[in-house]
Each structure stands twice: as C-alpha cells, then as structure tokens.
C-alpha cells in the first residue's frame, strides 16, 4: 500500500509544471481595446486599439488598402486641459504589430499597438497620418486623408502592465 501512495505522489509532482526561480513570470495577455470618442478607455502597453475608420481618400476607388496608419496622442496636463506635444506616444501599424482590414465602403479594421515602455497617464489624440495603397494602375499624385480621427476626440488612459507576483508556495 505505501508504494502505491508514493508512486501516486510521484506521478502528481511529474504532472505538475515546475517553475525555477530564475524562469520569467508569464506574461500577461495583451487585449484589444476599441477607440470609443469621449471616453478614454484603459489600456496598458502591449495592447491594441481598435479603430473602424474611412480615411476619406481623394478617388477612394483608386485605393486598395492601407500601406500606414499612425496615431499620435498627447500627454494631457494635470489640469486636464491642456494637451501638451512631447511627451507624447505614437502608435504605428506598419511595422509594430498592427493590423489593417478593408471593411467596405471606404472603411477599415485597423488595430495599433500601444508601445512597450509607454509612460502611463492620459493621453488625446492630437494627429493622425495614414498613407493608401493604390492600385497599379494608378499614376497619379498620392492621395490624402481628408477624414481625420482627430476630429472625433478619441483618448486613452494609459496604466503601468500589472507585473506577476511570485507564488508563496
């Protein structure tokens, strides 16, 4: 009997992942987060902000996608009003682990990452850039964004990543 009851202690210690003191803590999940105008959502860095948008583009029928879509947001002051310049954030899609998506009619999914390293506080959208993937055949100049997410007072609320605490066991 007792060799059974240490053989099963043996098998649940086997089954039972084992962490080293000297392992990383897991990481925690990034989440997608949608831009909401007037409201500033939490989000932390690491994560993504989504966006259904139409940029608006001069002959939208010459556009196939997007090649880059930024986002710049702004450190608001503690008085709440004002927006200062630097420091501030800027959130790319080409290149950073965004995302773009045709929707239809002009519109795209577009999902940013918020930068590993961004200091936590309240931002404000205070410009964006987006740049259209023509089709071939189009020659002509390139074509601007005429609608701006600027316009649509979207901001951020950003906090610190929550860092693992180590088991007391």
């Given amino acids: ?10 098998c649940a210690f086997a089954q039972t992942p084992q962490t080293s003191a ?15 105008s007037d409201a500033c959502p939490v989000v932390r860095p690491g994560d993504k902000l989504a966006l259904d948008w139409n940029p ?19 450190l608001v002051s503690e008085n709440g009003v004002t927006v200062q310049r630097f420091p501030g954030i800027v959130v790319e899609g080409h290149g950073s682990g965004g995302f773009v998506s045709p929707l239809g009619n002009g519109y795209f999914h577009i999902e940013l990452r918020v930068p590993p390293g ?10 964006a850039v ?32 929550p860092t693992a605490q180590p088991s007391g066991d």
């Fill in 130 to 161: 987006s740049n259209a993937k023509t089709f071939p055949d189009y020659q002509g100049p390139g074509l601007p964004m005429n609608n701006s997410p600027v316009r649509e007072r979207y901001c951020i609320t950003i906090v610190a990543a």
């Fill in 1 to 10: 009997m007792g060799s059974l009851t240490l053989l099963s202690v043996v």
């Fill in 56 to 74: 608006g583009f001069e002959h939208p029928g010459m556009v196939d996608s997007l090649l880059a879509f930024s986002l710049r947001f702004g």
């Fill in 118 to 127: 961004s200091p936590p506080g309240q931002y404000k959208l205070i410009d």
């Fill in 22 to 36: 000297l392992q990383a803590p897991p990481a925690v999940p990034s989440r997608t987060v949608p831009l909401v």
